[in-house]
């Protein structure tokens, strides 16, 4: 039923740049908060960013305060993460969330690999 399909991953030298996206279709997009997860092997998912379903409003973990930002287009449907100085850490698996508080729905995306390495 609900589609969240993301793409944008890939190698990535340490202080490069990837731009990931997450289309979304199938339900009704400008109503949810999106968000961007990730999980790295042996750890559990943590999150990365939020933004809300007008794009008002945006939160980001401690650890990728200034090289992050999430951003979304409604008229596209589709939610995106800008990532700039990458570092090692950040290789992870990373999964694009769709919720709505009203009526607690909650969908995830399939995962997009991300992989910093020199």
């Known amino acids: 039923q609900v589609q969240l399909v993301p793409s944008g991953g890939g190698l990535v030298q340490p202080g490069g740049s990837l731009r990931l996206s997450c289309a979304a279709s199938?339900?009704?997009?400008?109503?949810?908060?999106m968000s961007w997860y990730r999980q790295a092997p042996g750890k559990e998912r943590e999150f990365v960013a939020r933004i809300t379903n007008a794009g008002g409003s945006t939160n980001y973990a401690d650890s990728v305060k200034g090289r992050f930002t999430i951003s979304r287009d409604n008229a596209k449907n589709t939610v995106y993460l800008q990532m700039n100085n990458l570092k090692p850490e950040d290789t992870a698996m990373y999964y694009c969330r769709a919720y709505r508080s009203t009526d607690a729905r909650n969908y995830w995306g399939q995962g997009t690999q991300v992989t910093v390495s020199s």
């Open positions: 199938r339900f009704t997009f400008s109503t949810y908060t």
